[in-house]
């Protein structure tokens, strides 16, 4: 069963046409990100990486989104505006193929949080492009709660857990858990 709830979208949108690969949006979500917050400026940490090809003259910003386990199949190139970008260039999902949004300790996935809930703050790789490829815009709509999209997310969570403690100690701690409701 699913509500119904209001709910600000936020979007960037990325115009690889401005974009000329300084990579300073990198830096600012890696160091936004880090903790303590602005404490390091690794890029292999940011959460919007650049896809660079310079005999291609491709510089193109991708924004993590979704986790995927495997990879996919399509491997699509686009022809824009008479120039053809790589395979994946255009593709913001976590996925196995590429080293890329993936905290390099641990592998786990570093998805966009679109810096925080608050619609008013500006996300960091924003605010510092200064060639206008990233802009940031909000909308209101209507969506329906997903149970699936929770469900994912716990998914995620569970793996990296028992990757971490093994699922003999998590057995433990949900019984000791439910124990004390
Ligand atoms: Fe491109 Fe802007 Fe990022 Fe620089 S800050 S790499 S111009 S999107």
Redesign the pocket.
């Known amino acids: 069963m699913s509500d119904s709830v209001k709910k600000v979208i936020k979007e960037i949108k ?1 115009d ?1 046409d ?9 830096i ?1 979500c890696a160091a936004f990100h880090s903790k303590p917050k602005y404490s390091s400026f690794n890029p292999s940490r940011s959460r ?1 990486r ?1 896809v660079i090809n310079e005999i291609n003259d491709e ?1 193109v ?1 991708i924004r993590s989104s979704n986790f995927t386990k495997t990879e996919c199949k399509g491997r699509s190139r686009y022809i824009i505006n008479g120039k053809e970008y790589s395979e994946c260039s255009f593709c913001s999902t976590i996925c196995s193929a590429r080293d890329v949004f993936k905290e390099p300790d641990s592998d786990l996935p570093l998805k966009c949080d679109m810096c925080g809930e608050n619609p008013e703050q500006i996300p960091m ?1 924003v605010q ?7 802009t940031y815009s909000t909308r209101e709509e209507e969506v329906q709660e997903q149970d699936e999209v929770k469900w994912e997310e716990m998914k995620i969570g569970l793996e990296s857990l028992l990757k971490k403690h093994g699922l003999k100690k998590i057995k433990n701690a949900v019984i000791r858990l439910a124990k004390n409701k």
Do not use: T, V
Not at 18 to 26: D, L
Not at 128 to 134: E, H, K, N, Q, W
């Open positions: 990325i690889p401005k974009c000329n690969g300084c990579r300073a949006c990198e600012a919007i650049m510089w910003a790789c510092i492009c200064s060639r206008d490829a990233l």
